[in-house]
């Protein structure tokens, strides 16, 4: 069974910034974390950015393009999400995702809990 770990969530200000990570515990093409989602109460699952396994490519949604920056470590096992310029519409659990790349949800193997983020004045 495969482990991803979500960190850095909290609470920010409008305007401010804030970087998660995802981290999984096996090492493998197959396993590195993949792909960011962000779930709300009011909207279902949706994709925010993804990387190649490499971390060559890397694919943003619409809302998150020029504010967010998604990015693999050396070791390939950890997987940042850096943010700017953070509106309250980003608020929402991030979820980490391994085992596929881009947008579509289902084809994603494995999930983490998920990281809560809250932008609010």
């Known amino acids: 069974q495969v482990q991803l770990v979500e960190s850095g969530g909290g609470l920010v200000q409008p305007g401010g910034s804030l970087t998660i990570s995802c981290t999984a515990a096996v090492q493998t093409v197959g396993t590195f974390p993949m792909g960011w989602f962000r779930q709300t109460p009011e909207k279902e699952r949706e994709f925010v950015a993804s990387?190649?396994?490499?971390?060559?490519?890397?694919f943003y949604a619409d809302s998150a393009k020029g504010r967010f920056t998604i990015s693999r470590d050396k070791g390939k096992n950890t997987m940042h999400l850096q943010m700017t310029n953070l509106r309250p519409e980003d608020s929402g659990i991030y979820l980490c995702?391994?085992?596929?790349?881009?947008?579509?949800?289902?084809?994603?193997?494995?999930w983490g809990q998920g990281t809560q983020v809250t932008v609010s004045s």
């Open positions: 990387i190649s396994w490499n971390g060559g490519s890397t």
């Open positions: 995702a391994s085992g596929a790349t881009g947008d579509y949800a289902p084809g994603y193997d494995y």
